[in-house]
């Protein structure tokens, strides 16, 4: 790593299940979106994740409601747009918001694992499920990525996770240079320790890009080791509400302007979509 090098911040605008009980500030309506990714883009991100809810926050996996979203983000800035795929269709797995929007990247679970979270205060789950992701439907998802011109992120919440994608590079599917996503904080998964991400990091394949996703507090401590590390972040209100100093976030670009300010910290400048583009071989 050099201290020149450019670090992609990737912002998380919202997940599927928490609330505006506990965060404020979560997106709902399209125009909550539009204007989380604005504040985001302003504070220096890059790239913006996207599940999305119905105006009364429930999620959904309606075409038409990314369509909306992805419009009014692209009508107020230039970030990348990354589309999730995690618990889309749960009986099919289809991702047509996908297939049909074509964003420049969509992430991908590379793994089935148990994933929960645990309140030891209370000694007991916050939740606790099996989250399936078996190859068939990796492999489907792959193939309508490849033929839509989507990159597939791969999220990989283990190393198992990591060495899932041999065969399928083995196979043609998934096409070097990589850009991985690597998970740390889920009970289940790999630990939010710097040396469980150094590990991780260490095994993935020459030439790929990768980011650390840190879950709850933990986020600030597995940034510092990923910027040290040479690796990208991704922060947002999915992820954490807090930051550093155990404030909660007024907005995700709240969260971005901390990610960035560790960034120059340490010697490195935030990319910008463009150079984003050009670092993960978006077209």
Same mark, same amino acid.
């Given at each position: 790593?050099?201290?020149?090098?450019?670090?992609?911040?990737?912002?998380?605008?919202?997940?599927?299940?928490?609330?505006?009980?506990?965060?404020?500030? =979560?997106?709902?309506?399209?125009?909550?979106?539009?204007?989380?990714?604005?504040?985001?883009?302003?504070?220096?991100?890059?790239? &913006?994740?996207?599940?999305?809810?119905?105006?009364?926050?429930?999620?959904?996996?309606?075409?038409?409601?990314?369509?909306?979203?992805?419009?009014?983000?692209?009508?107020?800035?230039?970030? =990348?747009?990354?589309?999730?795929? !995690?618990? =889309?269709?749960?009986?099919?797995?289809?991702?047509?918001?996908?297939? +049909?929007?074509? *964003?420049?990247? #969509?992430? +991908?679970?590379? !793994?089935?694992?148990?994933?929960?979270?645990?309140?030891?205060?209370?000694?007991?789950?916050?939740?606790?499920? &099996?989250?399936?992701?078996?190859?068939?439907?990796?492999?489907?998802?792959?193939?309508?990525?490849?033929?839509?011109?989507?990159?597939?992120?791969?999220?990989?919440?283990?190393?198992?996770?990591?060495?899932?994608?041999?065969?399928?590079?083995?196979?043609? +599917?998934?096409?070097?240079?990589?850009?991985?996503?690597?998970?740390?904080? &889920?009970?289940?998964?790999?630990?939010?320790?710097?040396r469980h991400l150094a590990f991780q990091a260490e095994n993935l394949p020459p030439g790929s890009t990768w980011k650390v996703i840190g879950i709850s507090r933990e986020q600030w401590?597995?940034?510092?080791?990923?910027?040290?590390?040479?690796?990208?972040?991704?922060? !947002?209100?999915?992820?954490?509400?807090?930051? *550093?100093?155990?404030?909660?976030?007024?907005?995700? #670009?709240?969260?971005?302007?901390?990610?960035?300010?560790?960034?120059?910290?340490?010697?490195?400048?935030?990319?910008? *979509?463009?150079?984003?583009?050009a670092m993960l071989g978006l077209k």
């Amino acid at each position: 790593m050099s201290t020149n090098d450019k670090v992609i911040i990737t912002c998380a605008l919202t997940g599927a299940v928490t609330t505006r009980a506990q965060c404020e500030a =979560i997106p709902y309506t399209v125009e909550d979106y539009a204007r989380e990714s604005k504040r985001a883009y302003d504070a220096g991100a890059a790239v &913006v994740h996207i599940h999305a809810r119905d105006d009364d926050g429930s999620p959904t996996y309606s075409p038409d409601r990314f369509r909306a979203i992805g419009d009014a983000i692209r009508a107020v800035c230039p970030l =990348i747009l990354n589309f999730s795929t !995690g618990t =889309i269709d749960p009986e099919q797995k289809k991702a047509e918001h996908v297939r +049909l929007y074509k *964003p420049e990247i #969509g992430a +991908l679970n590379m !793994g089935s694992m148990n994933y929960a979270k645990y309140n030891p205060k209370r000694k007991n789950w916050v939740f606790n499920f &099996v989250f399936q992701n078996t190859f068939d439907d990796i492999q489907y998802l792959i193939e309508m990525m490849n033929t839509a011109g989507v990159k597939p992120e791969l999220e990989c919440f283990d190393t198992g996770h990591v060495h899932s994608t041999e065969p399928l590079l083995d196979m043609g +599917l998934l096409r070097a240079p990589l850009d991985f996503s690597l998970i740390c904080g &889920v009970v289940g998964g790999l630990k939010a320790t710097a040396r469980h991400l150094a590990f991780q990091a260490e095994n993935l394949p020459p030439g790929s890009t990768w980011k650390v996703i840190g879950i709850s507090r933990e986020q600030w401590m597995l940034c510092a080791a990923a910027l040290s590390l040479g690796g990208h972040v991704r922060v !947002g209100l999915e992820d954490n509400f807090y930051l *550093p100093n155990g404030e909660m976030a007024r907005s995700n #670009g709240d969260l971005c302007a901390k990610a960035v300010q560790m960034a120059r910290d340490v010697g490195r400048t935030p990319a910008t *979509p463009d150079e984003a583009r050009a670092m993960l071989g978006l077209k």
